[in-house]
């Protein structure tokens, strides 16, 4: 039921986050959904893409230093109060959210939420018990 | 004027002969009290009697700073615990710092050669002296402390920080010689000025500036910009602390090795030969009056060169040239040593990170200030902001607090830090 997400170290220089680009454009994949957190002096790239594993081997024979981690898709209506179920779901049950960053299907109807949880099963059941519809890895990958 | 008149204008001929009596009792006691050197007079088959002449000294063998690692803390000190009085320390990570010992003659003899500098440059019991080294395990501002004591003047124990109330006070007060890094001299000059005031506002007239290396450019600068003369002072800890040597008023030309005390020689950092007279290497110093931790050829690791030529002053004293580098890898930031090894070590014993490190110095107005970059590898790296700032954070608390500087520490992509024979480049010093 996760969903597998790369990070990438980035310097705050001009011209990095092309260079992550270009090396997935080159290696043909696609980036599903992506999210940039940054200091004064650095940053990291989360991105979800087709392909994981080259992605992964590409940006790493590039240089960068990449992580992996599971993130959890959630799928929720596209209509006001949507995101706000879930949260609430999750504070009651204390469910602590890392970050999260979210997108819109193309078809349109609904979002989808990426969150990154401490205690990722935990939060997985919660969601689950509670409606939410958990989006599997190769439904994500393949959107 | 001259604080000592007898040992400071002693004949050359008299001084040597006291240097030799002086250094055949040192061999002889640590000979027979410390281990160390008894090993190492063994490797080499020599037993004290064989030193007979000053010449003899090439034979003896070196002391290294790592030698006083080894034996931490009290390992090399030649009088028994209950005679010390007194112990400093240079910055270190745990368990690696320098340890010296001194008993109750070291810190009057250290006093009185204070006192000597002091008076070298021009000082005399009418001076506030405005004392900005760091009190501590330093020896800095202690060793002024007692020296400024010892001579009568007024000592006026500021220490280092805070600069704006030192300003304030150094009017006050009425200061008169002002004793600190000549970085930190600059900095007071730009903070009297941002403090409404004008160095004609004071009343300094003398500055004794040491614990880091400065040219004669930046002595040029000093002297116009604050309206004082400004002297070199030379020391190091493991020989005494500051002291060792001092330029004088009469010249400014130099720095007078106190010969009674301590015997010089340069040599070849690589061979470890002595080089005639004149030429330039590594400081070698022999300590030969103190008791609590005495060295045989210590080496300073600083590059200069030494000159007979007598000075107009009066001293028979030898001059050495200001210090031009380093023969080792070592940097002095803000009057702080430090090792690129000592970071180093931080980043491996304390976070585990085997990563790429990168020192760069830069000077930044007045100030000269240390960026510690470090690689981020699989191992650091998560993909959680927090996590790496914490990472951050830490190190700059660690470095903070083992070495006593503050660092910015930057995480920067792997490698961003140039290699070179896949030999990572350690230090880029811009000043």
């Avoid at chain 2, 008169?176 to 730009?190: D, F, G, N, V, W």
């Avoid at chain 2, 020689?265 to 061979?271: A, C, G, N």
């Avoid at chain 2, 690791?301 to 023969?327: F, Q, W, Y």
Wanted: charged content about 25%; aromatic content about 8%; proline content about 4%.
């Amino acid at each position: 039921m996760k969903v597998e997400q790369i990070s990438v170290f980035l310097e705050n220089r001009a011209g990095r986050l092309g260079e992550v680009t270009r090396l997935l454009a080159e290696a043909g994949i696609n980036i599903r959904a992506l999210s940039l957190a940054d200091t004064s002096d650095f940053g990291i790239l989360r991105l979800i893409v087709t392909d994981h594993e080259k992605a992964k081997k590409v940006l790493k024979e590039g240089g960068f230093t990449v992580g992996r981690t599971n993130v959890v898709a959630a799928e929720v209506e596209d209509k006001p109060g949507g995101l706000h179920h879930i949260l609430d779901v999750l504070s009651k049950n204390e469910v602590n959210v890392e970050y999260m960053y979210a997108f819109v299907q193309q078809s349109g109807k609904n979002a989808v939420l990426i969150f990154r949880f401490d205690r990722t099963d935990q939060a997985i059941e919660v969601l689950q018990k509670n409606g939410v519809r958990i989006i599997p890895g190769k439904e994500i990958y393949s959107i | 004027m001259m604080y000592e008149v007898e040992n400071e204008t002693m004949p050359r001929e008299e001084l040597e002969t006291l240097q030799l009596k002086r250094l055949q009792y040192l061999v002889e006691k640590l000979y027979h009290n410390v281990p160390f050197y008894r090993e190492k007079f063994n490797e080499r088959g020599l037993k004290p009697e064989h030193v007979k002449s000053l010449k003899d000294l090439q034979y003896l063998p070196f002391t290294a700073k790592q030698d006083l690692r080894n034996n931490y803390p009290y390992g090399l000190f030649a009088s028994p615990k209950e005679n010390i009085v007194r112990i400093h320390a240079s910055s270190g990570t745990t368990g690696k710092a320098t340890v010296v010992g001194y008993t109750q003659r070291d810190v009057d003899t250290w006093a009185r050669l204070m006192a000597r500098c002091l008076m070298a440059a021009g000082g005399s019991r009418q001076d506030m002296v405005h004392n900005a080294y760091g009190y501590g395990l330093f020896t800095g501002g202690l060793g002024m402390h007692y020296g400024a004591e010892k001579l009568g003047a007024t000592i006026m124990p500021f220490s280092g920080g805070g600069t704006r109330r030192q300003v304030m006070l150094m009017k006050d007060f009425g200061s008169t010689i002002l004793c600190s890094t000549p970085s930190y001299a600059i900095k007071l000059y730009e903070t009297i000025l941002a403090s409404g005031m004008t160095p004609e506002d004071l009343k300094l007239r003398i500055g004794i500036f040491g614990a880091e290396p400065w040219s004669e450019g930046m002595r040029q600068e000093i002297q116009s910009k604050l309206g004082l003369k400004a002297y070199d002072i030379y020391g190091l800890s493991e020989i005494m602390g500051p002291g060792v040597a001092i330029e004088c008023k009469e010249a400014q030309n130099g720095l007078h090795i106190w010969e009674d005390h301590f015997i010089p020689e340069i040599i070849d950092p690589e061979t470890c030969e002595v080089l005639p007279m004149g030429a330039t290497g590594e400081l070698v110093i022999t300590t030969i009056t103190k008791e609590g931790i005495p060295l045989i050829r210590y080496r300073t690791r600083d590059i200069t060169a030494l000159n007979p030529v007598p000075c107009k002053c009066g001293r028979t004293h030898i001059r050495m040239e200001r210090i031009k580098g380093r023969s080792d890898d070592m940097l002095i930031i803000r009057g702080v040593n430090v090792f690129p090894s000592q970071i180093e070590s931080i980043l491996l014993d304390t976070h585990g990170l085997t990563s790429h490190y990168q020192l760069i110095i830069r000077r930044q107005g007045s100030m000269d200030t240390l960026e510690a970059q470090v690689e981020v590898d699989e191992k650091l790296f998560s993909d959680k902001i927090k996590h790496l700032q914490k990472i951050e954070a830490k190190i700059q608390k660690d470095i903070k607090e083992f070495l006593g500087i503050t660092a910015k520490v930057s995480l920067v992509e792997p490698q961003s830090i140039e290699r070179s024979q896949g030999k990572a480049k350690r230090v880029i010093d811009l000043r």
